[in-house]
């Protein structure tokens, strides 16, 4: 018999390599199955649950380096944790990633995909990390507008109010420190 218990379960286990491994004992044998899949097939349900998601941040944002508090907060105020998010603008997914920037950093290209998008959002954002010399506002700014916009100090008020908006989620809900 399988539950949505066990399911919930089951898919917390991802290791760092984006391959979908998760070991259950079933009732057919007495040893473990071990079963793998690769990101391209997805064995989730289509829909994905607000807790599943935050483990994935916590694990990706880990393997990367990155505050997982700092990277909850770019989902909560880009996507509310939908998966299936687009913007008017043609954003993709939790992180809201555009395909013409971010093409390069999503593995397979599938931006509906919670592990490609938060895995390719994640890496861009440390590339803009490291960019900026880890200036977390600077980077955040460059995220949403550009890095040229960043670079040439032409960034607007709205997008200013876009990474205070960011750091603010980010020290009251999720223990940033800024």
């Known amino acids: 018999m399988f539950s949505f218990e066990l399911l919930m379960l089951e898919q917390k286990f991802i290791d760092i390599q984006s391959i979908f491994k998760y070991y259950s004992s079933y009732p057919t044998k007495s040893a473990t199955r071990i079963v793998y ?3 391209t097939y997805n064995p989730t349900p289509t ?3 607000k807790s599943y998601i935050m483990d994935l941040i916590v ?3 880990n393997k990367y ?3 997982s508090g700092l990277i909850k907060a770019i989902v ?4 509310d944790f939908s998966p299936f998010s687009v913007s008017k603008k043609g954003a993709l997914g939790l ?3 555009m395909p013409d920037v971010c093409k390069d950093w999503i593995k397979g290209g599938d931006y509906f995909d919670p592990v490609a998008n938060l895995e390719g959002g994640i890496r ?3 590339y803009l990390l490291n960019k900026f010399h880890g200036d977390i506002r600077s980077a955040l700014m460059a995220y949403n507008a550009g890095v040229k916009v960043v670079e040439t100090k032409r960034a607007s008020i709205e997008v200013s109010r ?3 908006t960011i750091l603010r989620v980010w020290k009251d809900k999720y223990g940033g420190k800024k």
Do not use: G, I
């Open 76 to 79: 909560k105020v880009e996507s």
């Open 37 to 39: 899949y690769t990101t």
């Open 59 to 61: 694990l990706l944002a």
């Open 95 to 97: 992180m809201q990633l």
């Open 162 to 164: 876009y990474a205070d």
């Open 47 to 49: 829909f994905y649950t």
């Open 65 to 67: 380096n990155v505050d």
């Open 124 to 126: 861009y954002f440390k």
